[in-house]
């Protein structure tokens, strides 16, 4: 009698299929660890500048984000190329600003709603005009912590 | 031993292992994105009930125009040469009250650190990216005062110390001390970055 039993032509051994949970457990645990909410999609140009002084974000709950920019080809036709506020998911004007944040600020928990920031995230390519008169609005609801967002990277590469 | 059909079974036991292993490794190793940017504290919209007068040495007027030119006291400069000429000018140490300062003393430009005034207006043409550098460069040039006098202080650069102090993951202990020294170096060189209303034309 050997020791090692030969194997049988033809009989293949059933792969086990009891580790396949983990796997899908795993992949399923993964994809919702690094996914990121995408709380409205971009309606504008979004090409942040980049600069070297910058300072982190943390808590994403104590931020509320003003997108500015071209309105993108699609939407180009109807809202033209001029400079374009993105409030959530709509097109606003400079003066829709305040009661956005009025709204924003009210969604927020009590204890949070003294020190939110609000994140500028604003095209390369717009003008400082639209950006006084969101600023403008912004101090009349008395939100003056504001943060110019950009990517991390040498400021001179903005000028080119 | 009795013979076997076939090859015995693969033990799957440790695969959970395994994929835990892999799992963990993955919520160490990603981190959600953060975004990062320019910190910047708009003025109230009151007026201050008390008017101070600023002497007109202590204000440094940095202006952009609509062709993206800059004007940094009252003449034409270069954005690259912005920040040394902003350091100079906080640096100063006009009347000599500063103990740590490093400037050229000049009468005319400003007394003391915590009364020199960044003042930064543009138009309305001016371009966003221009603005982004122009904040850049000053901001740069505070940090690069601080990051001096925290390294003879304390042996580190300025931002590190801050860029730890605003890390929630620091501990309570540390977070005291690093508080002291944060506000120690802020208090040497405030950042008076008055950001005046937009010319119109």
């Avoid at chain 1, 500028?120 to 504001?146: C, Q, T």
């Amino acid at each position: 009698m050997s020791k090692f039993a030969k194997k049988k032509d033809g009989d293949l051994p059933a792969v086990s299929t009891a580790s396949l949970p983990d796997i899908v457990f795993m992949l399923l645990f993964f994809f919702m660890t690094v996914t990121v909410m995408k709380d409205s999609s971009l309606k504008v140009e979004n090409n942040l500048p980049s600069a070297s002084e910058i300072k982190k974000l943390e808590k994403k709950d104590r931020v509320i984000t003003i997108y500015v920019g071209k309105p993108t080809p699609e939407y180009a036709k109807v809202f033209g190329s001029e400079s374009k506020i993105q409030l959530n998911d709509k097109f606003a004007d400079p003066s829709d600003v305040g009661d956005f944040i009025l709204m924003e600020r009210a969604k927020k928990a009590q204890e949070l709603q003294n020190v939110l920031t609000t994140s500028l995230k604003v095209d390369k390519n717009a003008n400082m005009g639209i950006i006084s008169d969101i600023k403008e609005e912004l101090r009349k609801v008395n939100a003056l912590k504001v943060n110019y967002t950009t990517v991390s990277g040498d400021a001179f590469t903005n000028l080119e | 031993m009795g013979r076997r059909a076939g090859a015995p079974e693969v033990n799957a036991g440790s695969m959970a292992d395994i994929a835990f292993l892999l799992l963990i490794f993955f919520l160490v190793t990603t981190t959600i994105e953060t975004d990062a940017g320019l910190d910047r504290m708009l003025p109230p919209i009151e007026p201050p009930d008390t008017d101070v007068i600023i002497k007109q040495k202590n204000i440094f007027q940095v202006s952009i125009n609509k062709n993206n030119q800059l004007l940094a006291d009252d003449e034409l400069t270069e954005l690259k040469d912005l920040r040394a000429k902003a350091v100079a000018f906080l640096d100063n140490n006009g009347d000599g009250t500063c103990s740590f300062c490093k400037g050229a003393k000049d009468a005319e430009s400003s007394d003391n650190p915590s009364k020199a005034i960044i003042s930064l207006k543009n138009d309305r043409e001016t371009k966003y990216s221009t603005y982004i550098t122009v904040q850049n460069e000053l901001v740069g040039a505070y940090n690069e005062l601080r990051n001096r006098e925290s390294m003879r202080l304390f042996n580190r650069p300025f931002v590190d110390l801050e860029a730890d102090y605003l890390n929630p993951e620091t501990d309570e202990d540390l977070k005291d001390e690093l508080k002291e020294k944060v506000k120690r170096i802020q208090e040497m060189y405030p950042q008076k970055l008055s950001e005046a209303e937009t010319s119109s034309n």
